[in-house]
């Protein structure tokens, strides 16, 4: 396929990496999990799996990408390489393929290593085993459990939908801890409930950014110009990639089950946030306020219904909604691309998907995080 071969020139990932053993075919459909230190949980999500419906499952890849930083210590050096031994004795109903980028000569530099870089190594070393520009990529964890309806689902609400791109229903799994068990399931309300508000705000950044859940087409991947090599928040910059291409879904049904437990490994996520929670963070404090909300509406509506409004009648209608919006859209360069966004649109409905290109999901959130503080 010609997009696979121009995204591998321009975007795709250079270095040693490579699928072990080299897939013999094509397959329809293949699931990315990037594994660190992933031995005691990863057997478990790889026999979720392997319930998944069998036919199905002969046209699957699932590609395991076990990496670390050179700089990591020797107890997760350690537990690599039992996994990476463990996956070379795995038997399962479909194609498994191993990335090593964890021994001498294969690690990930110091600065890049993280997720990001590992699910992008994964994604694009599976794109030319892929048999089609609609083919499915699934991204999800190495602690991670899917549904046994995982695969079937998902690819028939893409077939249905003729979907994009899409974010999976999810439930953290139960945790044996009572009080981790109470926090989890506070954040994931504030998770479910914010993606609801900005849906409901009329932004098409209403989801819940987590990498275990994302699906896309290999067409969109490409697109998109591939995963980004971030340590963290990769999920939310690719979905919001994926969503100023065309759209990114919600299938609602719960699919997907990440682990409940607490790592510091990253700034964010949901393992960040038990571990705060079991500092005594009070999850709660992470809602932006109904009123931020209703600001944001307000701003939405009126800015995505601007195509022949001049600046100076944005500016005002924007002060009636609040004295501090002209103030927060000037901070976010609205001056510099207003004429732009509107010369660059030859319909109303073109001038609207410019407009929530730029307005997009970072700035919404730094939106509703100014204004809850601010009020």
């Known amino acids: 396929m010609q997009i696979i071969q121009k995204y591998l020139k321009k975007r795709g ?121 609609k083919s499915l990529i699934f991204c999800t964890d190495a602690d991670t459990v899917v549904s046994k309806d995982y695969i079937e689902k998902v690819k028939t609400y893409f077939d249905t939908t003729k979907a994009k791109a899409a ?24 998770l479910l409930s914010t993606a609801e508000k900005m849906r409901a705000a009329g932004s098409p950044y209403g989801y819940v950014a987590m990498g275990s859940t994302m699906v896309c087409t290999v067409e969109a991947y490409c697109a998109v110009g591939g995963m980004p090599r971030k340590k963290a928040t990769e999920d ?25 437990r607490s790592i510091p490994r990253v700034y964010l996520g949901t393992g960040f946030r038990m571990k705060q929670a079991q500092n005594g963070f009070n999850i709660n404090t992470l809602y932006y306020s109904d009123t931020a909300f209703h600001l944001l509406s307000n701003w939405l509506d009126l800015g995505s219904n601007a195509w022949e409004m001049e600046l100076s009648l944005i ?31 030859p319909s109303k409905i073109h001038f609207s998907k410019q407009f929530h290109r730029w307005f997009d999901g970072l700035k919404t959130i730094r939106f509703l995080k100014h204004f809850s503080e601010k009020l």
């Open 236 to 260: 939310f910059y690719f979905l919001q990639e994926l969503s100023k291409y065309d759209s990114v879904h919600t299938i609602d049904e719960n699919l997907v089950y990440p682990s409940s």
């Open 13 to 133: 990932i250079t270095g040693p990496w490579e699928i072990d053993p080299p897939p013999e075919k094509t397959y329809q459909q293949a699931v990315v999990i990037p594994a660190y230190a992933e031995l005691k949980m990863l057997p478990q999500t790889l026999q979720s799996l392997d319930k998944n419906n069998p036919i199905l499952l002969k046209d699957t890849l699932v590609i395991i990408i076990v990496n670390h930083g050179k700089t990591s210590n020797a107890e997760i050096k350690e537990n690599n390489q039992s996994t990476l031994q463990m996956l070379y004795h795995q038997k399962n109903r479909f194609t498994l393929g191993v990335v090593n980028a964890a021994s001498q000569g294969l690690e990930l530099a110091a600065k890049q290593s993280g997720v990001g870089v590992a699910r992008k190594i994964g994604m694009d070393l599976v794109l030319p085993y892929l048999s089609d520009p």
């Open 315 to 345: 500016k005002t209608k924007a002060s009636a909604i609040h004295l501090n919006l002209i103030d927060f859209l000037q901070q976010e360069g609205i001056e510099d691309i207003w004429i732009n966004l509107q010369m660059n649109a």
């Open 167 to 190: 974010v999976v229903g999810f439930r953290h799994l139960e945790s044996n801890d009572k009080m981790q068990e109470e926090s989890i399931h506070q954040y994931e309300k504030y």
